[in-house]
């Protein structure tokens, strides 16, 4: 075994694992293909939108699940492997069954749109969780509603419109209405 471990040494990717040749280190670097870091961080931003959803801090879950705030902060990042019992520990403290993590994490979509839209989605809960008037809370709800409703409309009568529904983006028909910018863009 000791000559395994001097062979394999010499091996750049190799030499983080030399010292724990025999069993498993969730402290070693993570070496892995991008498809499976993307999987990770995936599960990571679950992780904590979850966690936040939960209105629990770092510590807090990590108290919970029998870890460091590091480990946690590793496993959001996808800095550290998080072994599968240790994903399950923290699905049943956030009261989540496993999949909510592992089912998006598998489905392909780019990095740049999902990390976006998590920081979105979570600005947007932590403003709402602001809000102590429960009427203003469901007026909020409404309008969120409502807009929908309205951009689900106008995707079905333009598919070809752009998401904010002008297409102009240069500012200089910021205030115009709809028929000026029409005008102003001929």
Not at 47 to 61: E, H, P, W
Not at 104 to 113: E, I, L, N, S
Not at 119 to 129: A, D, G, N, T
């Amino acid at each position: 075994m000791v000559a395994i471990a001097l062979d394999l040494a010499d091996s750049p990717f190799i030499l983080p694992w030399v010292g724990n040749v025999g069993g498993h280190d969730e402290h070693a670097p993570v070496m892995m293909d991008e498809r499976t870091r993307e999987i990770m961080r995936s599960i990571g931003e679950r992780i904590r939108a979850r966690r936040f959803d939960r209105g629990l801090s770092q510590t807090q879950l990590a108290r919970h699940v029998g870890v460091t705030l590091q480990q946690i902060q590793k496993y959001e990042t996808a800095k550290n492997r998080l072994p599968v019992d240790r994903l399950v520990r923290i699905a049943e403290v956030l009261d989540t069954p496993v999949s909510h993590f592992t089912d998006a994490a598998t489905q392909h979509k780019g990095p740049d749109t999902r990390a976006a839209v998590n920081r979105q989605s979570m600005e947007l809960v932590r403003h709402f969780q602001h809000i102590p008037s429960p009427r203003v809370r469901s007026a909020v709800i409404g309008l969120l509603r409502g807009l929908d409703a309205e951009a689900a409309r106008h995707a079905k009568t333009d598919p070809s419109a752009p998401e904010d529904g002008d297409g102009d983006h240069s500012g200089q028909n910021a205030g115009a209405r709809p028929s000026e910018r029409q005008r102003n863009a001929s």
